[in-house]
């Protein structure tokens, strides 16, 4: 079993940044990504990585968002710079090995304007 759980969202104004964190547990990982959703909308790729590094990017994160992993391959990150009031949404972990997929509770990014 996977555990996946993320950590450094909050509230911030325009203009700032943001860095989440994602840690997981229990098995061998491929690919992992970031999602988020907002209030009323479905949930929307920000950024997917995988093992050897390269990276994709849904089109609200291009230019402002940096997807990474740490060494050991278990973490993944978020850096999120120029945060604008359309940010706010609660953004999850997703990790995939090959036994499935694994999602983390959530960590909310408010943005006030």
């Known amino acids: 079993q996977v555990q996946v759980v993320e950590s450094g969202g909050g509230l911030v104004q325009a203009g700032e940044s943001l860095r989440l964190s994602c840690t997981t547990s229990g098995s061998i990982l491929t690919t992992m990504a970031w999602y988020r959703q907002a209030p009323g909308k479905q949930r929307e790729l920000v950024a997917k990585i995988t093992t050897d590094g390269r990276t994709d990017y849904g089109g609200s994160a291009k230019d402002r968002f940096t997807i990474s992993r740490g060494n050991a391959k278990n973490t993944m990150y978020l850096q999120m710079n120029n945060l604008k009031p359309e940010d706010t949404a609660v953004y999850y972990c997703?990790?995939?090995?090959?036994?499935?997929?694994?999602w983390g509770p959530g960590t909310q990014v408010t943005v006030s304007a």
């Open positions: 997703a990790a995939w090995s090959d036994r499935g997929t694994y």
